[in-house]
């Protein structure tokens, strides 16, 4: 659907040329909800605005629906545009004008048709949930109205893509949530593609099926959620889960435990988040498992846990105990003290 | 009470018509200044760098144009310009003959002002247009124009009040007006009453205008 090839840009800026692209590259399929994540000065405002051209690329070719947009004309790119909506972290909603001219005005400027007009601000206000707010101005809602007014306003153009640039990243906790619940009825619903990027971890995990992890202008980790998340590869992407999780030993700690044993990160993924792995371990060998830190946390398609243990025992019986819950389609890693790996996974 | 009705049946035609004469002078050149500034306004803010109708040179020269202007006294201006008025209406007298010089001051002082007003306007929303594929000219009426309306409101109050100003060295050509009666009788032939009712009427008109225009503003501004 979203076809983004060896795609570069270059700003020119006082103190030297900035490369905030560098030959990216990502497939976004038909009905997915993808993201990119990464700290701010990644790049990846500059990439999702170079979807619908607000940035034009310097090199590279962005194709939607099999379309090349970068090598359209002005009029075409207009028309190109109607079909992929956008929402903003500052919501961008006209300050002098109602809900329903925020949502009106625009598909008046596209040629809509008066009636169908009305019909539609009415649907896309119901499904946002915000069909008795239709008189209101923006000053007198919240930041969670405000971004789902411009969401209305994106799907009353009814497109066939929806970019996100840090749409939740101005709302509270309880806010974003619900946000991103209305992104994914989005998505399920109506069928639309959705590209997201964001540098919450929490957002790629509640609703997104692919991520890539952007550092420096280059994707530097990219494939299905469930994949990154469980053996991420690159230090920013394992920086990004471990936000999640949080697992933190002090080095001393981690010194004193593996006197007696080994500290190992166990990630549980699907079934084998709901059986009792440890349990059966401290029955067959001669270890007793020790939960130092843990969590279950629910991924888009399943639930994903990771646990930090230390096994206390034999070294040969550790080994035994990990090979079984190797068998078991557990991932084991073992820990690494914090001067290697920040944060402990 | 005899006292006011004296004074009035004296003065009151005079002052009458002179406050026609300044109404009309700020009406007419306000009108034609708007029409020639807010276009101004809006070609020095898209032509600005970094903006979709970027043009160094365009910007460049409307900006010293502008700046040369502003920079001469209404009461040079008014005299330096005088070929140039007698070319555009045929006259250097009367309400026309000022209309012209009143215009040349005001128009680039509203464009300076259109301009910080458009410029207020947060580049997001323009942006969230240009993302749904509207029109640059649609982006201008319908997003600048209409999201800059209480700033270029307030704006406007403040020309209109610099251009009733203007309009008092109007008499000097013959146009008459508020502060042309107010310098002619009150200062050359010392009828100090007169004076202080023209100050008093000035007062009464710049307040109100003033609060109009906040009224005005207010009401367009939703925030």
Not at chain 2, 33 to 56: A, W, Y
Request: with cysteine.
């Amino acid at each position: 659907m979203i076809k983004i090839s060896n795609l570069s840009k270059t700003f020119q800026a006082k103190k030297g040329t900035i490369e905030a692209l560098r030959d990216v590259s990502l497939e976004v399929k038909k009905g997915e909800i993808f993201g990119v994540i990464g700290y701010s000065g990644a790049g990846k405002s500059t990439l999702i605005r170079s979807v619908n051209l607000l940035e034009k690329p310097t090199s590279g070719t962005v194709s939607i629906d099999g379309t090349d947009i970068t090598s359209l004309s002005k009029g075409e790119l207009l028309k190109a545009r109607r079909k992929i909506g956008m929402i903003f972290q500052g919501f961008n909603l006209l300050k002098t004008a109602t809900v329903y001219d925020n949502i009106a005005i625009p598909l008046k400027l596209t040629g809509v048709p008066k009636e169908e007009i009305d019909e539609r601000v009415n649907r896309y206000l119901n499904i946002v949930g915000l069909a008795d707010k239709v008189d209101a101005y923006p000053a007198q809602l919240s930041g969670g109205q405000k971004q789902r007014v411009a969401i209305a306003r994106a799907l009353a153009h009814e497109p066939e893509v929806l970019l996100s640039d840090e749409a939740t990243s101005a709302l509270d906790p309880d806010t974003t949530d619900a946000i991103l619940d209305l992104l994914l009825k989005i998505n399920q619903e109506l069928g639309i593609t959705i590209l997201l990027i964001t540098h919450e971890m929490h957002v790629i995990q509640r609703i997104c099926d692919g991520v890539a992890v952007m550092e420096n202008g280059e994707i530097v980790e990219q494939g299905t959620t469930l994949d990154v998340f469980t053996s991420p590869k690159h230090l920013t992407t394992q920086k990004f889960v471990n936000s999640i999780f949080n697992h933190q030993l002090s080095n001393d700690l981690i010194d004193t435990l593996r006197n007696t044993g080994e500290i190992i990160s166990l990630k549980f993924i699907d079934h084998s988040s709901q059986e009792p792995a440890l349990a059966v371990v401290a029955k067959k060998f001669d270890v007793y498992p020790n939960i130092l830190s843990g969590n279950i946390t629910q991924l888009k398609s399943q639930p994903f846990g990771s646990l930090l243990v230390h096994f206390k025992g034999e070294e040969n019986e550790v080994q035994k105990a990990i090979h079984y819950l190797q068998n078991q389609g557990i991932q084991t890693d073992e820990v690494i003290k914090h001067g290697n790996n920040k944060r402990i996974s | 009470m005899e006292i006011i009705n004296g004074f009035l049946d004296e003065w009151g035609e005079y002052i009458w018509e002179a406050i026609i004469q300044t109404f009309q002078m700020v009406s007419i050149s306000l009108i034609i200044s708007i029409v020639i500034g807010l276009p101004l306004g809006v070609l020095l803010v898209l032509t600005r760098p970094g903006k979709s109708l970027e043009n160094k040179y365009l910007f460049g020269f409307l900006n010293v144009v502008i700046n040369i202007i502003r920079s001469i006294p209404f009461i040079i201006l008014l005299f330096f310009i005088l070929p140039f008025t007698k070319l555009i209406v045929g006259t250097t007298i009367g309400v026309l003959g000022v209309i012209v010089p009143l215009v040349v001051f005001t128009a680039p002082y509203i464009a300076r002002l259109m301009e910080n007003s458009l410029l207020e306007v947060d580049r997001g929303v323009l942006e969230a247009y240009e993302a749904m594929g509207i029109k640059t000219k649609d982006i201008i009426w319908n997003v600048m124009v209409r999201e800059a309306r209480p700033s270029i409101v307030l704006g406007l109050t403040i020309a209109t009040i610099g251009l009733i100003g203007a309009t008092a060295m109007a008499g000097l050509v013959g146009a008459g007006g508020l502060g042309d009666l107010a310098y002619r009788f009150g200062h050359l032939r010392y009828e100090p009453t007169v004076m202080y009712v023209t100050v008093g009427i000035l007062i009464i008109l710049v307040q109100g205008l003033q609060s109009i225009g906040n009224v005005v503003a207010a009401r367009l501004k939703k925030d």
